[in-house]
């Protein structure tokens, strides 16, 4: 109807592509949310469910429209019109035969194909589904712990740091739901890497002591990398901005300037960042994992409402564990080298099996080797 | 930079988009916008068919989340208003016809919203009361997520969509500039200038800055085209109208599936990209059909086709095949160590080794 409204400027605030269907340009997501609030009306957002009939009711009125027309739109666009088959369906696991369906028969194929007797419901499954149960559409008991209406959720791919000699892709290893009140320093403490676990040094002569040095104590620094501004975190006085170096040396180079905040000052809906676009955490000084945002969207009645559940995982990659050389049972704490006892060098053991193995009655070590404490890609599974 | 399976990250689903778009031709062919019709079209084709027969919960939920996304492409332009409407009520049959656990849900981005306001406005004046229903209805059940984007971006080319020239609606850009009275403007401008030219009387002889008749040209020039619309294709069905013809192909629409169809054929050569080759980065752009490579470096979406593609098929000439070919025949021969670029598997190997047996 109306000739369309030349805009004087884009708002940025309304996120475009960069690149078609692969990342976005920058955009600061509290004006994002604003964009959509506006537009919306406050029914859209709420959390309540409309009823049939109230439903109903203001749609005639606002239309204008007599119950004549709308007994006819309830009738003819009621779900029952897509029921394709009567009652008693076929079983959910049967594909159905001679449909002219291309979905159909391809999915057929695959199933006639599939030869192996692979049990469908692997480990993965069964963490997915569990998480799932857990929190979708879940209510928190008090009010306080509620999400907002018109409060944002960015879905986060945090990713294994890259191995390119083993593996051709990269995987995300956790995907994590927050909020926009969320800060960036409770998106670091919810990343779980192995190497915040490693203890360093040998330990063969006391290996009681181990547990007293993990690496997350000692090194706590760790900084995130968002559209020019290293975000770091001093929260704990021994932490350190190790973005500084970086900066100096960009500063050498033909870069533009990077600046510096802090992580824990920085919530998300106070970020301008690119939908889709890799980003930076750092943390041990040099495990370096991507980062991406992989969506920003309002929050819906059937996410999960409990704030104290955020950030919330609901994709975890997991990966297979090293066994104990000996036992093959338990998860391998113990990683040996030129130990006259082990089959091989070097060698996994459990901590049972490894005292039994070297250690005497009293704990004194027996023999020649080099323990150091190990922590297994898996141990966050 | 992150590379996954295909299967894990596509979008769409090409055997879907088939039968999707089955569908919706077939509702289009009926020259109708009711919702009675489409259901009646579902009912017959046992679209919901397609949710029956995953068994593994994570890929049901990457289909529903996938034939949702496929919905909301033919409800956004560039389609015409039927297949739009098609799209709607595709919306809402797969979202209540899905299994997953837990509903995905229909995803609108920001950027789309006016193109959604827009279409239930004329939907409203053109009193589709079923239409605006079937909308107010999904809101209503809280179907909607309010998005960035209309896909979960993970910096991952995708591959090329085809579209469907016969859905497309006719562009609407010139009729858009004539309503917006920028002609009007510049006549006045125009005259304004010729005003001033004459009140200098030694200078407005000797230049002229301006093409005196632009304006009158320029209506000429779009009531042709108006004409020429009119006549060669007849009306589209749209919102206000009730007639029984066909959507045809359009001009831009035929261009378009030119362009498609040289592309098909440059692609047709193009080794699919192997497990073990990661060149579907966003900076890197090695795919071996310039068209390809102009697409990606035109973030706006327009195709160009190169020069020697129009060449060739002006010229009658067939696929990109016989270039590598002849590519190869010129090669001197003591480039014999030298490893070929591999452009095309089977030609140039064969073409070596006849060079090879030559010696």
């Known amino acids: 109807m109306a000739a369309s409204k030349q805009p004087t400027e884009p708002n940025s605030s309304i996120p475009e592509y960069e690149f078609v269907n692969v990342n976005t340009k920058p955009f600061h997501i509290g004006s994002f949310r604003d964009e959509w609030l506006k537009r919306l009306q406050p029914r859209d957002v709420s959390f309540q469910p409309v009823d049939q009939d109230t439903f109903e009711a203001s749609f005639a009125e606002e239309m204008g429209l007599g119950e004549e027309t709308m007994a006819e739109l309830r009738s003819v666009c009621s779900v029952d019109s897509l029921r394709c088959h009567a009652e008693d369906q076929q079983p959910d696991e049967v594909v159905p035969t001679n449909s002219t369906l291309k979905t159909v028969t391809q999915r057929k194929k695959k199933q006639e194909n599939k030869t192996s007797e692979k049990s469908s419901k692997n480990r993965h499954e069964l963490y997915a589904n569990e998480l799932d149960r857990l929190t979708v559409g879940r209510v928190p008991e008090t009010e306080d712990d509620m999400i907002p209406e018109g409060e944002v959720i960015l879905t986060i791919n945090i990713y294994f740091p890259g191995n390119f000699e083993k593996f051709n892709y990269i995987r995300p290893h956790m995907t994590l739901l927050m909020t926009g009140s969320h800060t960036l320093a409770e998106l670091r403490d919810a990343i779980c890497c192995v190497s915040d676990l490693q203890v360093c040094g040998e330990f063969s002569s006391t290996p009681d002591m181990a547990p007293d040095f993990i690496s997350k104590d000692l090194f706590k620094s760790a900084f995130f990398f968002f559209e020019g501004v290293f975000y770091n975190d001093m929260r704990y006085p021994e932490c350190q901005d190790i973005s500084s170096t970086t900066i100096k040396w960009t500063k050498s180079q033909n870069f533009p300037s990077f600046s510096q905040a802090k992580m824990e000052d920085t919530r998300f809906v106070d970020l301008k960042v690119k939908v889709g676009f890799p980003y930076l955490y750092c943390h041990q000084g040099d495990c370096e994992h991507l980062v991406i945002i992989t969506d920003v969207r309002l929050v819906h009645k059937g996410d999960c409402l409990d704030r104290k559940l955020y950030p919330l995982l609901i994709h975890k990659n997991r990966v297979l564990t090293q066994k104990c050389a000996v036992c093959h049972v338990f998860i391998s704490r113990w990683y040996t080298t030129r130990d006259q006892f082990a089959p091989s060098d070097p060698c996994l053991f459990c901590d049972k099996c490894f005292r039994m193995l070297h250690y005497d009655k009293e704990g004194n070590k027996l023999g020649e080797f080099l323990a150091y404490p190990y922590v297994d890609r898996g141990a966050f599974n | ?359």
């Open chain 2, 1 to 359: 930079m992150p590379y996954l399976p295909f299967f894990y990250t596509d979008f769409f689903y090409e055997p879907l988009t088939e039968d999707v778009e089955e569908l919706l031709s077939r509702f289009q062919h009926t020259d109708s916008v009711r919702y009675g019709v489409f259901s009646a079209i579902w009912r017959d084709m046992k679209f919901s068919d397609v949710f029956i027969g995953i068994s593994i919960n994570s890929e049901m939920k990457r289909f529903c989340r996938v034939a949702l996304a496929t919905a909301v492409k033919y409800f956004l332009p560039p389609y015409s208003y039927q297949i739009r409407v098609g799209g709607l009520y595709l919306m809402f049959a797969f979202y209540h016809t899905q299994l997953a656990s837990t509903p995905a849900k229909i995803r609108l981005a920001l950027k789309d919203w006016v193109h959604v306001q827009r279409f239930l406005m004329e939907s409203e004046e053109a009193q589709h009361h079923d239409v605006v229903y079937i909308y107010h209805k999904l809101v209503a059940s809280k179907a909607i997520h309010y998005t960035t984007m209309p896909h979960f971006l993970i910096f991952q080319k995708q591959q090329k969509p085809k579209i469907c020239a016969e859905f497309l609606s006719r562009t609407a850009a010139l009729k858009e500039l004539q309503s917006a009275d920028i002609l009007e403007e510049m006549a006045g401008i125009q005259s304004h200038y010729k005003k001033l030219k004459e009140a200098t009387m030694e200078v407005s002889f000797k230049v002229n800055m301006t093409y005196p008749d632009f304006t009158s040209d320029i209506n000429k020039c779009m009531s042709e085209f108006f004409t020429w619309q009119q006549n060669a294709l007849p009306k589209e069905k749209n919102a206000g109208a009730d007639g029984v013809e066909e959507t045809p192909e359009e001009y831009c629409s035929s261009r378009a599936m030119l362009l498609s169809s040289i592309k098909q054929k440059s692609y047709s050569n193009v080794q699919k990209a192997s497990k073990s080759r990661r060149h579907r980065g966003a900076e890197k752009v090695q795919d071996y059909s310039s068209s390809g490579r102009e697409q990606f470096q035109n973030p706006s979406g327009r195709k160009y086709v190169s020069l020697r593609a129009r060449t060739w098929e002006t010229l009658g000439g067939n696929d990109g095949k016989s270039n590598a070919q002849a590519w190869l025949l010129s090669t001197p021969e003591q480039l014999d160590g030298v490893p070929l670029k591999k452009m095309n598997q089977a030609a140039p190997y064969r073409e070596y080794k006849v060079m090879k047996e030559a010696e």
